[in-house]
């Protein structure tokens, strides 16, 4: 297929270098490559055009024929093809490697393994990577932090443990934190997010834990006991099971996603009453005041976070940015003319620098200024 395209393909890359590009082609062009090269780690010396092309063709992601892939406009996944495969002039292009230093003026860091616990007596401790062994005992549960940054509590005396007290894992923003609560249930903390629990299960009835901000949990099998999650109007009672909550008070929507097993939820405190769904494996339960949607969506996009990575699908800026200010702690400005709702499509690391994202959504007209710990978004022409 691709012999068939090159006289297409030069001609496409021939209105490129003279300017030519409609709006759509041109964004297409700087949209692909900035989010292929966005991981590239060093350019070469000398271009070998088909190793270039087949090198930036298997850093897009799985989904090559998505059909929104510039800001502003719908593009043909055939002309999409077409760009990507002379992407390699690109690297050579003066004007392309011109724009995308915009994004490297200053840079930040990403994210950390951090949290701080507070005891129910009131102690705080900051974990750290140079935190390390047993941290405290209390209740009858020995709290341990582990080398990979894992914060482990292992109940000692079953009958001591004390379900009132209460222990709370917070993550400032640029952080977050892996914790396995006494019963073996597994939590990863997303930044910005805290999570409260009893010192001990053992003689409670059921296994609740409070929730704000986002967490993905892996829960303990105990038929006795259910696993409970509250957040503010929602409450998630489970068995054992993989689901992730979004609950950020800064987003428009709480959002329930189950990956694997089921769970009930139960939403309280409406205009509506009280309402009672169950989910399926691949189901998300989004709550927008009172009114609650439920639909299949792409989990792997759900716990991108989880996995140490930004995954987004038709994703407005608006949403995108909010993630990125939680994670690289910047406070994120929009000058005026741009367009918020515009759309992105693609994956990057999380842990790259903001530089490498910021390359990754340079399309359609838009540049980002990083001035301390603040990103500007702006349009191209101002």
């Not at 090198?55 to 043909?76: Q, V």
């Not at 007290?165 to 006494?182: I, V």
């Not at 910005?192 to 099998?221: C, D, H, Q, T």
């Amino acid at each position: 297929m691709i012999d068939k395209l090159d006289e297409k393909q030069e001609e496409l890359l021939a209105k490129y270098r003279q300017g030519t590009c409609s709006p759509e082609e041109a964004a297409t062009v700087k949209y692909l490559y900035n989010l292929a090269s966005a991981s590239a780690e060093e350019m070469p010396a000398t271009p070998d055009y088909q190793q270039l092309s087949d090198e930036i063709w298997n850093r897009l992601p799985a989904e090559r024929n998505i059909r929104k892939l510039s800001i502003f406009k719908t593009i043909s996944a055939v002309a999409a093809a077409l760009l990507v495969i002379g992407g390699s002039y690109l690297w050579y292009n003066n004007q392309s490697v011109q724009d995308t230093k915009q994004a490297q003026v200053q840079d930040i860091v990403p994210g950390k393994n951090a949290a701080t616990l507070t005891l129910a007596d009131g102690r705080k401790i900051v974990l750290t990577a140079d935190v390390k062994g047993e941290l405290a005992t209390e209740s009858g549960a020995s709290i341990t932090k582990t080398a990979n940054g894992q914060l482990i509590y292992e109940i000692k005396d079953q009958e001591s443990g004390d379900p009132h007290a209460l222990n709370k894992l917070s993550t400032a923003k640029g952080e977050s934190y892996q914790l396995r609560l006494p019963d073996g249930t597994m939590v990863w903390l997303n930044a910005a997010s805290s999570i409260s629990y009893p010192v001990s299960f053992s003689s409670a009835m059921s296994r609740e834990v409070e929730l704000v901000g986002e967490a993905y949990f892996e829960v303990s099998k105990d038929k006795k006991r259910p696993f409970i999650v509250k957040t503010v109007h929602q409450q998630i009672r489970v068995l054992g099971t993989h689901f992730n909550v979004n609950a950020y008070t800064d987003e428009p929507e709480l959002k329930t996603t189950l990956l694997e097993g089921s769970i009930k939820l139960s939403l309280e405190g409406l205009s509506s009453g009280r309402q009672d769904r169950i989910l399926k494996p691949g189901e998300q339960a989004a709550l927008a005041g009172a009114r609650l949607n439920v639909a299949n969506v792409d989990v792997e996009q759900v716990v991108d976070w989880k996995n140490g990575d930004f995954v987004f699908q038709s994703e407005p800026l608006t949403s995108l940015m909010r993630r990125v200010s939680r994670w690289y702690n910047v406070r994120v400005m929009y000058a005026p003319g741009v367009d918020k709702e515009g759309t992105f499509t693609g994956k990057v690391s999380r842990k790259k620098n903001v530089s490498v994202l910021l390359k990754a959504l340079q399309s359609g007209g838009l540049k980002f200024e990083v001035i301390g710990n603040t990103i500007m978004v702006k349009n191209q022409s101002t």
